[in-house]
């Protein structure tokens, strides 16, 4: 857990200066991106972008069309000429804030813009953080030590490296979407007009770790989750493309989780240089427990947590996938059972890992 996470949270307003009340759209994002495609694509092959030819190719509903056509219409972004859609060509300068709620990616009229960086949320959506001024998503976060150890920037980059990693290996066809390279490349060149950051992807994340950028591990799940609002923006929050992007974000918050209780464990077991990693001792050393486990032999584990008052307990199973799972004192045995069975059972387990 980060160490910012343990300070009060402070519930942000417009009257202590942390945001500022903004005019925004109400047009949704993703339905203009699809607009856009396609009076490109017709205007490509020479035909007219009427209602009717850009409706038969996205939507079904004309009159629910002319609806959204009208609200991109007034937020600018698609401008009409004797029944023919264009996108707007006004001179567009460098966005000064972000359009669309961080955390819903919907439009609205009314947003709240934070004082601290070029978010912009409903008044719903406002989530409270430690700093006057900063949003929960741009307050500063010093890296928290992890089992009585700082991590420096070069220990951050190498955990950093394998999420990623795991991230390319599970969700391979987001990092690649990230990057836009299947777009109309005169579609990527108004993104602009939606997003403050519409080219930010996973090669400018790897260049980042690589070049041992990151101070912590929340501003990579930061940047990650920078990446998903623009995913849901252009594509919509509903479309696969935006739940697997959410899915990412979780992945990497797990992933993070995993990194707070112990780095050296999830390094060594990232990095498979050896196939009992488990069986290494951390620095400090990991205390060892056996779990309850119904009428079977108690499971032998090692404790990753302690969570003292609520008396539970982070552990992670000696078992093949070494299931990281949170039980309550009541469930465990701290010194070796007494049971011959059980005995037994470690027994085995011992001869198989060479104990």
């Not at 029944?83 to 919907?106: D, H, S, T, V």
Request: hydrophobic residues 35%; contains cysteine.
């Amino acid at each position: 857990m980060n160490n910012n996470e343990l300070l009060p949270r402070l519930p942000l307003t417009t009257e202590t200066g942390d945001f500022t009340i903004i005019k925004s759209r109400v047009s949704k994002p993703w339905t203009v991106f699809r607009v856009w495609s396609v009076i490109i694509s017709l205007e490509a092959k020479n035909k007219a972008a009427t209602l009717k030819a850009v409706n038969k190719s996205k939507w079904k509903s004309l009159e629910q069309f002319e609806k959204w056509v009208r609200t991109a219409v007034e937020d600018e972004l698609i401008q009409t000429r004797g029944g023919i859609l264009a996108i707007r060509r006004k001179k567009w300068f460098r966005n000064q804030n972000e359009w669309y709620c961080f955390r819903c990616f919907n439009p609205g009229k009314k947003m709240f813009k934070c004082s601290g960086c070029v978010r912009v949320y409903h008044e719903k959506c406002l989530c409270p953080s430690t700093e006057r001024k900063k949003c929960f998503y741009c307050e500063d976060r010093i890296q928290s030590v992890i089992r009585k150890k700082k991590l420096e920037k070069k220990d951050i980059s190498e955990v950093l490296h394998l999420i990623l990693q795991n991230v390319k290996s599970k969700f391979g066809s987001i990092v690649e979407k990230s990057e836009l390279k299947n777009e109309n490349e005169l579609l990527v060149k108004h993104l602009s007009k939606l997003l403050c950051h519409p080219r930010f992807n996973f090669s400018n994340v790897e260049g980042k770790i690589e070049s041992n950028k990151y101070k912590s591990l929340f501003e990579f799940e930061r940047d990650c989750r920078n990446i998903q609002y623009n995913l849901c923006v252009l594509y919509g929050p509903r479309s696969h493309i935006g739940v697997q992007s959410r899915k990412l974000c979780e992945f990497v918050t797990g992933e993070i989780e995993s990194v707070d209780y112990c780095a050296e464990c999830f390094v060594r077991k990232n990095q498979k240089l050896n196939v009992n990693w488990f069986l290494e001792a951390c620095d400090p050393p990991h205390k060892l427990c056996f779990v309850k486990n119904g009428k079977s032999s108690p499971l032998l584990a090692k404790i990753l947590k302690q969570e003292e008052m609520n008396e539970r307990y982070v552990i992670s199973l000696f078992d093949e996938n070494h299931t990281i799972v949170t039980v309550s004192y009541k469930s465990l045995i701290l010194s070796s059972p007494n049971k011959i069975d059980s005995l037994i059972g470690l027994n085995k387990f011992s001869e198989m890992h060479n104990l």
